[in-house]
């Protein structure tokens, strides 16, 4: 009731946590297992988001535009929302 509720106001951040923290409570083997893959791929996927944050700094850099850019990982919830979506759960 309150995630949705959330994402209507706009208040992503609080959104994603209420769903991750849900997500948790009502699947915890798939959220075990989400964890522990995060967990695992964590050191290459941080250099990958410089990477590109970088790259992309740089292009905009030279296009003139000021811009501020992050990069951050997919929420426990939304990776398994994709996955039954796809059919792998």
């Known amino acids: 009731v309150y995630a949705p509720l959330a994402h209507r106001l706009g208040v992503q951040e609080i959104k994603h946590e209420l769903e991750d923290r849900c997500f948790e409570i009502l699947f915890p083997g798939p959220h075990a297992e989400i964890e522990e893959k995060l967990a695992e791929r964590a050191p290459e ?45």
């Open 45 to 89: 996927r941080d250099v990958f988001i410089e990477k590109v944050i970088g790259e992309l700094r740089s292009m905009l850099a030279d296009a003139g535009i000021e811009a501020t850019i992050i990069g951050r990982p997919k929420h426990h919830y939304s990776i398994y929302r994709k996955m039954v979506e796809q059919g792998r759960p």
